[in-house]
Every structure is written in C-alpha cells, then in structure tokens.
C-alpha cells in the first residue's frame, strides 16, 4: 500500500528545492518541478486504483488514532481528485515551459498549491482541512501576483481579501463544530452531529459552507475571481480554473456527505432548500453577468459561476445520480475550462486577440485551434458525447429523482444559457471575417496542452458511466 502521506508530502518538500536552486540556475525550476509531478501522478495513480479496487486507503500519521491524530483517507469520492490535481498541474506545467513564468520561486509556489490542494483532497479533519486550504490559498494569491503591472497585484489583493474572509468564516465554523462535538475528526463527527446542540451544529455547517462558497466563486461571493482570472498569467488562470474552486467543491461534497451526513437534511429542514436556492440563484447570476462580457476569459471566469451552481444542486440533492453528477462536472469542468484558458492564452500569444469580437475568421487562418476552442466551448455548453453533456444529465436526473423540479428546470436551461454567452464566439470564428494576422508565436507544448484537454473532453463524456460505476458502493453507503 502507498501511503497517502507521501501525495502530500512529495510537493510540500520538493516546493522548497526551485526557490534555492534559483540563486545558482533559475532554470532548473522546471525540471525539479516536472520530476516532482510525474512521481505525483503515477502515486496518484497507484492510491486510486487501490482505492476504488477494494478498502479504502487510510493512514494515522505517527500511529495517533483521531480524535488526537491526524488521519489521512482516500477513499471512491477522494480518489478521482486527487488524480486531477497531479495530471491537471502536470499538464499545465508543460505550457509553462514556454508561456512562462519560469522563475525558480514560481515553480516553488506553483508545488506548494498542488500540496495543499492534494491534503484538502485527503485530509479527514476539519481543522486540517482548513490548514490546507489557507497552503493552497496562500499560493493561489501569490501566483496570481506573479503576473506583471499593477492589475494583476489589485487582483491578487482583491483575491487575498476575499479568500481570506471565506477561510476566517470556515475557521469559525470549525470552532462552534468543536465547542459542539467535542471532535474534529469527520468520522467521530458524523457520529455525535445528531445527539449535539443543533444550534451549534447548524452554525458550524452554515459557516463553514459560506466560506467554502467564497473559495468555489459562487453568486455573490465570487467577485474575486473575474480579475483574477483575467489578469493572472495564463498558465496560472488555468490551473487556477481546473482546480482551486473544484477541490473547493469537493470539500463541501465531503463535509455533508462524511462529516455531518445526510442525517442534517432531515434533521435540519431549511440547509437543503437553502443550498438550493443558492445554486439556482449562481446559475442565473453567473449567466447574466457571462452574457454581458466582451473579453473571453472574463467570460469564461463568469461561466464558471454558473457551472459551480450546477454541481452545487448535485450535492445538495445528496442523491446517487445528483452526487455522482457534480463528481463528474467538477472533473469535466477542471478539463474544459483549463483546456479554454489555454487557447485563449495559444490564440492571444499567437495573433493579440483578446475579445470575442476580435476572433473574427479564426477559423480560417487556424482550423485547428478553432476546433480546439469550438469543442470546449460546446463541452461547456452540455453538448453530447462531451463530459459537460455527461455532468449535466446526471444532475439533472438526480434533481428529478429527489422532486427538485426548480433545480432540475435551471439545469436544463443553463445548457440554454451557456449557448447564449459561448455561440457567438463560434459564429465570429466560423462565419465572420477577415481572418487574423499572425502577430506572435507560441509552442509545441502550448498547443499540446491545449489538445490533451480536447481528447479528455471527449474521452470523459463517453466514459462517465464507469466514474458512476466505481462511485455508485461508496454512494449506496453514505446516501
């Protein structure tokens, strides 16, 4: 068995080695970090397979049971995040290579954010579960900061401001749970939740879920990310996008799934409705304000508001097919959106084209690239065999399933709305001219980049039935 400790540890302690080799080569930054990557990925890969083939993996650090030990757990829900979290970051990695930046301190930055992003994944305490929120968070700020100009600082302020209050909130929650409880282990917790004073307990999951809101860019606390998103180097907007709000996600599927149980919903009548409620709201607002932007990504960083509002309605349906259906969104998501970024990113290094009035007769001077942008873009859309079609029906199936016919009516319509914000940029692609001239360059490894999110748009559509498969004996159990 791979110890779980090992997917934290590897990034955490290699994240020092590019920062001090910088002061003798600053290009042996990416080298330690690719190596570092790989060994990542092909652990992941090994803790995954165990844990969805049989038992899931757990480790009590130092030997310490919870309540007073720190308890490590990858289990069928844990396990397909964090294999996105090594091939995401790897993948991006290679358009760093030449996109930049490609400082000794950016690559130490750029691990620390995978380690910490990795322990929210497989941590089973709440009060760790913040610890590395705050590791991930902290280098979130700092990479979108590493971007030139005064906009991208304003930005990575505004980001820290905000996140810093979504992460305070969390903070607290984890006390009134602790005041309450008596624990932070989630599995102690799921068992006490129903006999503790449900004020408490209510806080606690209401702060705690508000500042999980804030890190997942949900209406109306998701006024960091558009500027972050747009003026962050493109390398880090796309790791930012497949990630940060998707780990963030997954951590309040787990906090209602494994901590506080499906046992709240019943006990506690107005979380579901409320939850809910914010989702529909999200995928409307997110909608509205992704119409009315001329630039792509903000356009994209708005859809992304939308999107999350689509797996939200699949946690907190807290079905089968619902859960089942924002696991496969987030991982879709992770690879559509990251995989858009980064042509943006290809398409504005290659010809300075920034709005969607700008891709004027792109298809033209680049046909594959344009394919490349036109795929993702219907993926994000819903558009089938794509995994985003995949993701949306299951949710909506789930919504159907426990009578949710507001939900399940938005999520239909919010294939509706992505074709609205996202179609126009196809028709100045396809139908509108002239074509651009070529102003820049890019490189072999951005263009791979840009196509290895195609194929998994692709490749995670037509297989998500077997994600339902091996997702579907943890789900029977918790649900």
Known sequence: MIDPALLV?????????????????????????????????????????????????????????????????VDPLAAPFVV??????????AYTRTAGPRSGPFYSVYLLLVGGLTGVCVTADLFNLYVFLEISGIAAYALVARASGGKAAFAALKYLLVGTVGASLYLLGVGYAYVATGTLSMA????????SDPTLILSAFGLMAVGLGVKMALYPLHTWK?????????????????LVSTVAAYALARLLLSAYTVDLLALAPLVQPTLLAAACISILAGSILAYRERRL????????VSQFGVVLVGIAVATPLGVTGAVVNLIGHAAMKAGAFLAAGVIAARYGLLTVEEYRGLAAEAPYLAGAVAVLLLGLVGIPPTVGFAGKFYV???????????????????????????????????VEGP???????????????????????????????LLEG???????AVL
Request: glycine share 8%; net charge neutral; proline share 7%.
């Open 9 to 73: 540890a590897l990034p955490l302690l290699a994240s020092v080695v590019p920062a001090t080799l910088a002061f003798f080569r600053e290009r042996l930054g990416w080298p330690v970090a690719l190596v570092t990557l790989l060994a990542q990925t092909v652990l992941s890969l090994f803790v995954a397979a165990e844990a969805v083939d049989g038992t899931p993996v757990v480790v009590d650090l130092g030997g310490v049971v919870p309540p007073f030990g720190i308890r490590l757990v």
């Open 226 to 242: 558009p500027s972050a998103y747009d003026h962050a180097p493109v390398g880090v907007t796309a790791l930012l996008a497949a």
């Open 396 to 430: 909506a199936l789930g919504a159907a399933q426990a009578g949710a016919w507001v939900p399940f009516g938005l999520v239909l319509a919010s294939t509706l709305f992505s074709l609205s914000y996202f179609a126009p940029v196809l028709q100045r692609m396809y």
């Open 470 to 476: 091996l997702l579907a004996p943890f789900l029977e």
């Open 297 to 304: 990504t903000r356009r994209l960083a708005y859809s992304s």
């Open 188 to 195: 102690e917790l799921s068992r006490v939740a129903a006999s």
């Open 435 to 465: 074509p651009p001239e070529a102003s820049g360059t890019d490189s072999a490894g951005m263009r791979a980049a840009v196509a290895g999110t195609v194929v998994a748009t692709i490749a995670l559509g037509v297989t998500a039935a």
């Open 84 to 93: 996105l979290v090594a091939v995401a970051s790897l993948g991006v990695l």
